[in-house]
């Protein structure tokens, strides 16, 4: 089957596989964001990153409550893509000597963090209602709506003047 695993046959496996991908990444974002909280200049961006991995640690409690709710074991599954866009994000974080265009580009990092978490949690919410499960959908619509507000957040910072002092 490709990138995906063999074990998935049905609606509900490809369900619990992404599941315990987006639950895998919010746990590596967990990690990674008192790191970009450290290189953070700007009192604002340091803040949102503050404030966001409060989320997050809320998202992952989520998850494991619609682990449960599905009667599914609580468990990762690796997540190539946010492990790539996490090193990247560090990659180029430590390239970067200006600090102001650190913040910029933290800004950059972070939204894609946030858009492949807006894209696994629309999919995993919408699978959760052709399933009948509104009740997943619900719980997973709570995290997205957190997902898209730190994006309008980071956006908010860039657009009123990280973005303009790196330039």
């Known amino acids: 089957m490709g990138l995906f695993s063999k074990d998935i046959k049905t ?6 596989h992404t599941l315990k991908d987006i639950y895998y990444a919010e746990n590596q974002i967990a990690k990674a964001l008192p790191g970009m909280v450290q290189k953070a200049t700007d009192s604002g961006l340091k803040q949102g990153f503050q404030s966001h991995l409060a989320e997050t640690k809320g998202h992952i409690q989520r998850l494991e409550q619609v682990f449960k709710m599905h009667g599914v074991a609580v468990e990762g599954v690796n997540c190539p893509a946010i492990d790539g866009i996490l090193e990247e994000a560090n990659e180029v974080s430590g390239e970067v000597e200006d600090k102001q265009v650190l913040d910029a580009a933290l800004i950059a990092m972070a939204q894609a963090v946030e858009h492949y978490e807006i894209t ?8 959760a209602k052709q399933l009948g499960r509104p009740d997943c959908a619900a719980v997973l619509e709570q995290n997205l709506k957190e997902e898209k507000a730190a994006d309008m957040k980071l956006t908010g910072l860039a657009e009123r003047g990280i973005n303009a002092k790196a330039a």
């Open 11 to 16: 609606m509900d496996d490809l369900f619990v």
């Open 120 to 127: 696994r949690y629309g999919t995993l919410i919408a699978w």
